[in-house]
Nanobody, 125 residues
Framework: QVQLVESGGGLVQAGDSLRLSCAAS????????MGWFRQDPGKEREFVAV????????HYADSVKGRFTISLDDAKNTVYLQMNSLKPQDTATYYC??????????????????WGQGTQVTVSS
């Protein structure tokens, strides 16, 4: 089992920055990648970014490229999401997730085995 705890969400103005953290514990050796999803009420949960533990390979959703940066401190079992130039449309609950297999699919909810509780990000105009 893997436990994930997110932190760093809050209320900011458009153009501001936030840094989200996700600390993982448990059977970390069985994890292959860590990613971020987000979800606004009434909408489906959408992929944001993912980083593979072994290679460091990173993938971003088109909507956040150039503004968000995902990083991993493997020694601390913590993944980060640096969010710059925030827009109102970035408002959502952000979830950390762990991929427990080596399959290439990374954009679907079912591609991940464990999820955090979520942290709220609200961006005002």
């Amino acid at each position: 089992q893997v436990q994930l705890v997110e932190s760093g969400g809050g209320l900011v103005q458009a153009g501001d920055s936030l840094r989200l953290s996700c600390a993982a514990s448990g059977r970390i050796s069985g994890t292959w990648a860590m990613g971020w999803f987000r979800q606004d009420p009434g909408k489906e949960r959408e992929f944001v970014a993912v980083i593979w533990r072994s290679s460091g390979s990173i993938h971003y959703a088109d909507s956040v490229k150039g503004r968000f940066t995902i990083s991993l401190d493997d020694a601390k079992n913590t993944v980060y999401l640096q969010m710059n130039s925030l827009k109102p449309q970035d408002t959502a609950t952000y979830y950390c997730a762990v991929k427990g297999d080596w399959g290439p699919s990374i954009h679907r909810i079912e591609d991940y085995s464990y999820w955090g509780q979520g942290t709220q990000v609200t961006v005002s105009s």
